[in-house]
């Protein structure tokens, strides 16, 4: 079992775990524009105000499939709650941490070779955060990449 990965925090961030049965690019966009408006309106400075804002709704409360805890900071989607902001994982009780998509149980068991090309290859399709995330959850760049490396690497 993984704990980490570093395809987490490639290319702006994965989003991908974030939500459930996402409907469009356009409704993922509209629902992490009224989150972000929610939490600058929140404004939260200490970790019982992260904690209050990441409560204000039961966590599959989701707004278009996507959390509520889903933001938009510096051009990127982000979770406010996560421990590369904190040091501390302020999800824990609320969101499935534990959760990692096929791609990244995949990334997990090769060389540390096929990772840097995996690696490569995404930051070679210059992708917007939210694409990069529908496509690692839903395998897509997984497919494509193992459709053009060969095996034994």
């Known amino acids: 079992m993984i704990s980490f990965s570093p395809l987490c925090q490639l290319n702006g961030g994965c989003m991908g775990c974030c939500g459930y049965g996402f ?3 356009e409704k993922i966009k509209e629902a992490v524009a009224e989150n972000t408006t929610e939490f600058q309106q929140a404004n939260p400075q200490a970790e019982d ?22 933001i938009e900071e510096n051009g990127c989607v982000l ?8 040091g501390k994982d302020l999800r824990m009780g ?20 096929k990772q840097q090309q995996f690696v490569d290859f995404i930051k070679r399709k ?16 997984l497919r494509e990449f193992e459709r053009n490396v ?3 690497i």
């Open 23 to 25: 409907i469009s690019v």
């Open 79 to 86: 979770c406010p709650l996560h421990p590369a902001r904190h």
């Open 150 to 152: 060969p095996p034994n």
């Open 49 to 70: 105000d992260f904690l209050q804002f990441r409560n204000r709704r039961p966590a599959m409360d989701l707004r278009h499939g996507v959390c509520r805890n889903l």
């Open 94 to 113: 609320h969101c499935d941490t534990d959760y990692f998509c096929k791609t990244a149980k995949t990334f997990a068991n090769w060389s540390p070779e």
């Open 126 to 141: 210059e992708l917007d955060n939210i694409t990069y995330s529908l496509q690692m959850d839903k395998g897509m760049l």
